[in-house]
Structures are given as C-alpha cells and as structure tokens.
C-alpha cells in the first residue's frame, strides 16, 4: 500500500488515456502514481487501485475503457465504456476534485 495521499492509476496497456487522465488530475494540483497492472478487467483494475490508495481513490484503464473507483463504493464512480481523449481528461479532472471534495464537473 501506498503511503503518500495519490490518487492510484492502474493500466493494463500504456495509452493516450492514459496521458490525458494524468493530465487532468494535474490541472487539478492533486498527486498520482501510476502502475502497470495486467491480468484484471478495468472495474477490477480500478477497485484494486481505490483499495490501496490512501486517498481511497483508483483508476482503471484497460485499451479504451476507464472507471473511476472510490473504495467506500462498491460499484464504479464513472465507468466509460470507450473513452475518447476528451472524456479520459474529465475522469482525470473529476478524480482530483472528488479528492479535494469539491463538486464534479
């Protein structure tokens, strides 16, 4: 487990999502780590990532899908299907807010 309050990505295969939701928890001021994580489905990429990040807060991505997963939760926060670039930023963007307890967008 982590031991810094991030925000937890785990990717299953390195892609431009990837880069646009690093991004979009950027431009909210909040830190992420990032981890290659093979063999799981997204949700369960995202719920592991949640499970292990202090801040409670996990991202999946899995080729073009992203969820977004908060370990008080069972099922996923935001769960998109087939992410355009556009979409995975928001996810980024709206994890960092939900951990700064400010509203979605």
């Not at 810094?4 to 785990?10: D, K, N």
């Not at 991004?23 to 990032?34: D, L, R, T, W």
């Not at 290659?36 to 369960?44: P, S, V």
């Amino acid at each position: 487990m982590n031991k810094q309050p991030v925000i937890i990505i785990y990717y299953d295969k390195d892609t431009r999502l990837l880069r646009e939701v690093k991004a979009g928890i950027e431009e909210e001021s909040v830190y992420y780590e990032v981890l290659k994580y093979e063999g799981l489905n997204c949700e369960a990429l995202a719920s592991e990532a949640s499970r292990n990040s202090l801040l409670g807060i996990g991202i999946g991505i899995r080729y073009k899908e992203i969820n977004l997963s908060v370990d008080k939760i069972s099922d996923p926060l935001i769960k998109v299907p087939n992410a355009e670039l556009k979409e995975a930023r928001l996810i980024g963007c709206n994890a960092a807010r939900y951990a700064k307890g400010l509203p979605l967008k």
